[in-house]
């Protein structure tokens, strides 16, 4: 499977973006997705995830303000993000998890098989 994201771009603080991660070569509607974020010189972290049975995980730092969803019938999975802040800026991932239907959505990154190439985000103050 190939993962595409888009969405990225440059926002003032408080602005809003809506990440895409659009899924080919296989339907990903009986996986695991999830969105991280690397910004320069850190680790990559979770964001948030979407189990195949719409399950919902979020980092507390994103509570309330980020949103992600998924349209099966689009093979895509989205991240809303609102109330921007400086400290958002970085480039913004989407992945998979190969396991069909895995009971438990891990957040760290070494449990998705499939990266996108990332999109990057980047909050002015």
């Known amino acids: 499977v190939q993962l595409q994201a888009s969405g990225g771009g440059l926002v003032q603080a408080g602005g809003s973006l809506r990440l895409s991660c659009a899924a080919s070569?296989?339907?990903?509607?009986?996986?695991?997705m999830g969105w991280f974020r690397q910004a320069p010189g850190k680790e990559r972290e979770f964001v948030a995830a979407i189990s195949w049975s719409s399950i919902i995980y979020y980092a507390e730092f994103v509570k309330g303000r980020f949103t992600i969803s998924r349209d099966n019938a689009k093979n895509t999975v989205y991240l809303q993000m609102n109330s921007l802040k400086p400290e958002d800026t970085a480039v913004y991932y989407c992945?998979?998890?190969?396991?069909?239907?895995?009971?438990?959505?891990?957040?760290?990154?070494?449990?998705?098989?499939?990266w996108g190439k990332g999109t990057l985000v980047t909050v002015s103050s």
């Open positions: 992945a998979a998890d190969v396991v069909w239907r895995r009971s438990v959505v891990s957040v760290q990154p070494i449990s998705y098989d499939w």
């Open positions: 070569g296989r339907t990903v509607s009986n996986n695991n």
